[in-house]
């Protein structure tokens, strides 16, 4: 028997209620690592696939390109529109 502050459980109890938070908190693990893959690779360059992005271009406010790119651009790697400028950008 244990206590776990609240009553007394079993030690089967015990873990079996463990092994089940253990396995939802792998889940949960598993899925969180998932989206932040998913945002780093949204906050990759789409030019050079290397540094993160750093500049908006207007008109068209697609955020996808590093500073460097950014510069050599003439058009919008998404949508293929002109850029009249590109905003910097800064992602703490």
């Known amino acids: ?3 776990d502050g609240v ?3 079993s030690a089967a ?5 463990s092994t089940l938070d253990l396995s939802s ?17 949204a906050l990759t360059c789409r030019v050079c696939l290397d ?3 750093a500049a908006v271009f207007m008109p068209c406010a ?3 390109a590093c500073s460097s790119c950014s510069a050599s651009l003439t058009t919008c790697p998404i949508c293929r529109s002109p850029i009249h400028y590109a905003a910097p950008v800064i992602i703490d």
């Open 13 to 17: 109890e015990t873990t079996s209620v």
């Open 25 to 41: 908190l792998e889940a949960e693990k598993r899925k969180l690592l998932a989206r932040l893959e998913e945002a780093q690779e």
């Open 62 to 64: 697609h955020l996808n």
């Open 7 to 9: 009553g007394i459980r």
């Open 1 to 3: 028997m244990e206590h």
């Open 51 to 53: 540094r993160p992005v």
